[in-house]
């Protein structure tokens, strides 16, 4: 039988290699029927090509809704990353120091809390230091740091208040009211604190000035939330 007429679908349409199509010469004596035949098998052909290249617009449509779908599910993963990597460990040593008018005092953490912001927006942190003797006549310092709960950064110390008994006598006041107050807060978390500062004001006619202040500290139990 001879041949005529080959159509020929490349590889680039075709996933499964490099097609040949023949299509049988007619013979004279049924040259209609053939050339009906010749015409179903390129329409054939044509309609085979046009599916294929519907599958691949299908194919390339489910990769990139794949790709968005994993873009998105893996938000989740990198912000909770970036909040660990961003956060500083806790400190190794228990420490709560600062000279005052260029004497060393050595302070014990009596204490901490957190409380509901006035305007419910947030959490306020607060610490309490002592250092001192009670007996036989009192000689005490204390130190009430708060700021913002799980903030870190410079001068975010809100209220940083002196009170000094001595002598009988007791005297108060807030160093970011007012004098001023250095400070650098670098961990600040449900488990642990570390912050630098210093500042200085004038009580009674007296200036007190604190110089290399410094507060690293872990909690016995973290804070629930």
Partial sequence: MA???????PTSENPLGFSVWCVPA???????????TQLLITENVAAFKRALATMQKIKNLMKKQLHLLMFFVSLPLLNSCSDDDSQQPCPETEIASMEINDELKQFDINGR??????????????LWLMTGVLQP????YAITIKLPYKQTGINIIEEFNYFRV????????DFIA??????????????????????SVVLNGNEIIITEGIVEHVYDDPFDQ
């Avoid at 809390?113 to 607060?126: A, E, F, K, P, Y």
């Avoid at 004098?179 to 978390?189: A, C, F, I, R």
């Fill in 137 to 140: 006549q009192q000689d005490t």
């Fill in 113 to 126: 809390g957190i409380d509901i912001d006035n305007d419910g927006t947030g959490h306020t942190l607060s």
């Fill in 3 to 9: 041949i005529s007429n080959c159509l020929f679908s």
């Fill in 178 to 199: 007012q004098g001023k107050l250095e400070s650098n807060v670098k961990v600040n978390t449900n488990s642990c604190f570390s912050a630098t500062f210093s500042g």
């Fill in 26 to 36: 007619c013979p004279p004596a049924c040259k209609v029927k053939c050339q009906t």
């Fill in 166 to 173: 001595q002598n009988g006598t007791s005297s108060e006041i």
